[in-house]
């Protein structure tokens, strides 16, 4: 009978260690860190026009070392910045999670909403209400980071870094380890109570060094002798906007440190944004740990410089080319990092974008291509129009996103039926020179508008959050505040080609110029990641990528 046990004893054991030897031998293989770079406003044409500029370790390292998608479209309008990260991150589209603008109008309370406000929270690191006071709320769908919180019941850490609020705290998903963004009154990366009560002692550390003050110390030059600059417009053209105290928008920007301390937003233009934020990155490494263990952690980087210069000085200027050629500089000096750090070939990074931006009207004005503005005064007209018909003159309570919202609760009120009054309205708009479509928003499906427009028009409707009627502008017609600069929102290409570039573990050197959308990025990461899809997604993983 002992023995009988013994023996058993000892098969047991030896099943045991088995056991554990292929517990350890059948180790799920994962990459040790993924990377999102999620470049504001890049067009996906800049991979190409500044790629004779571009060094051997930055944007090119990823066009020939990892797998370039060259024909990835946003599904959606309107393009711009918190749906594009929001897209990204969970495979999903407006309609479904929610983030509808970077602001919308409520339509139940009627108020205006930030995507990221949420009064409920306090700020940490500041002590600005309205600069910390953020969370992901809003946000409806579970995002990619989330999903990876999930399945590795919490084990994997999340990071989301930004310039931006909106661009920290919805790639990073519901639950990170945390996210931070910039506060332009104290020079500092901050957070909100929603993640934590104090910023952990690295952050403090990080904010100690003071790196904006001597990143802008000695002002903004070209990289290059200004005159290899051949990609771009003249450097001194008139629909260039003007950064801090320059009277013209001419390098060198020599008062840049002093504009610095006038108003610290000045640093959000310049190339040096670019650098803060991975200095930031890499310092969320070390802080957090990321990538030192076998689980997966995840890193959700903006590069929002990129959009504030495209703004203020649009795509043809040399300050945006300069901070592409010094922003390739930049990653190749990360890659370089996160090789020496977490290991060659042992993280996975995927670069992407938002969404684009339109030429500026002045400089397709001076070479002959369609353009101008459109919507001048345009809530004003509208209100006296519908006045007349209907004897109230605030009918328009807004137009935001290109959307016009209408009061519903007055149309309610005064027994005003509202698909007529919106009916109306379009059919007004359509007389329009300088709109091509506009539609009710509730009868899209029946308009005679051709696709894929009526899909990323029914994609970026949210019914309790978006307008009543979608307007869609004549190509390359601008909203009147972009007078200088540039802005986004739009289908075109322009504004919804977007670069998709994964490098490194578990990814395949290569390129295609097959058709994808902004929506597939995440379930390609869930595939690799051998983790559910987010919540809301309707994307597809692009299986050409992923493999040896
Ligand atoms: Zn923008």
Redesign the pocket.
């Known amino acids: 009978m002992f023995r009988k046990f013994h023996i058993i004893g000892l098969v047991a054991l030896s099943a045991l260690s088995l056991n554990a030897q292929k517990i350890k031998n059948t180790q799920l293989a994962r990459p040790k860190l993924v990377v999102g770079l999620v470049v504001?406003?890049m067009r996906w044409d800049y991979l190409y026009r500044f790629y004779g500029k571009y060094g051997e370790d930055g944007f090119k390292r990823l066009l020939n070392k990892g797998y370039s998608l060259n024909n990835v479209h946003i599904n959606y309008v309107p393009t711009?910045?918190a749906l594009g990260h929001t897209s990204i991150y969970t495979g999903s589209v407006p309609a479904i999670h929610g983030i509808a603008g970077n602001d919308w109008t409520d339509r139940t309370t009627g108020k205006n909403v930030y995507c990221t406000t949420d009064e409920s929270v306090q700020p940490v690191g500041t002590t600005n209400t309205k600069v910390g006071s953020h969370s992901p709320k809003n946000l409806w769908s579970t995002t990619v980071t989330d999903e990876l919180r999930l399945a590795t019941n919490f084990q994997a850490k999340v990071v989301g870094v930004s310039l931006k609020d909106r661009a920290s705290i919805l790639p990073a998903g519901h639950n990170p380890n945390g996210a931070y963004w910039f506060d332009d009154s104290n020079g500092n990366f901050v957070t909100s109570s929603y993640y934590m009560k104090d910023l952990p002692q690295w952050m403090k550390n990080f904010n100690a060094q003071n790196l904006p003050e001597k990143l802008v110390a000695n002002g903004w030059n070209t990289l290059l002798p200004i005159s290899e600059y051949t990609e771009s417009s003249p450097d001194n053209s008139s629909w260039e906007g003007l950064l801090g105290s320059a009277v013209t928008p001419t390098f060198p920007y020599s008062n840049l440190a002093k504009d610095y301390q006038t108003k610290k937003d000045n640093i959000r233009y310049t190339p040096f944004g670019n650098t803060l934020t991975l200095k930031l990155a890499e310092a969320s490494i070390e802080g957090e740990d990321l990538g030192k263990d076998q689980i997966t952690d995840f890193l959700a980087v903006n590069l929002a410089s990129t959009?504030y210069a495209?703004?203020k000085f649009g795509p043809n200027s040399i300050e945006v080319e300069d901070v592409y050629l010094r922003l390739d500089r930049d990653l190749a000096d990360f890659f370089k990092y996160l090789d020496a750090k977490i290991g060659k070939d042992q993280y996975t990074v995927f670069l992407s974008a938002d969404?684009g931006g339109a030429h500026a009207e002045g400089f397709m004005e001076a070479h002959k291509m369609a353009t101008g503005f459109f919507g001048e005064n345009a809530e004003k007209t509208l209100n006296t129009l519908l006045n007349t018909k209907y004897k109230y003159d605030k009918l328009v309570m807004g137009i935001d996103n290109y959307q016009i919202y209408l009061d519903q609760n007055y149309m309610k009120a005064n027994n005003l039926n509202s698909t007529e009054v919106a009916d109306y309205l379009v059919d007004e708009l359509n007389k329009d020179q300088t709109v091509l479509f506009a539609v009710n928003l509730k009868k899209v499906g029946e308009a005679p508008i051709p696709e894929p427009l009526k899909t990323r028009v029914i994609n970026g409707y949210n019914w309790q959050r978006s307008g009543d009627i979608q307007l869609i502008s004549h190509d390359s017609m601008l909203p009147p505040y972009s007078k200088t600069g540039t802005?986004?929102s739009v289908w075109n290409s322009y504004d919804s080609h977007i670069p998709l570039i994964f490098m490194g573990w578990g990814i395949k050197n290569g390129e295609s110029n097959k058709d994808y959308n902004m929506t597939d990025i995440a379930p390609t990461l869930s595939s690799l990641l051998k983790i559910q899809f987010p919540s809301g997604n309707i994307g597809n993983p692009i299986v050409e990528v992923l493999g040896k």
């Open positions: 504001d406003q711009v910045t959009d495209g703004h969404h802005t986004h």
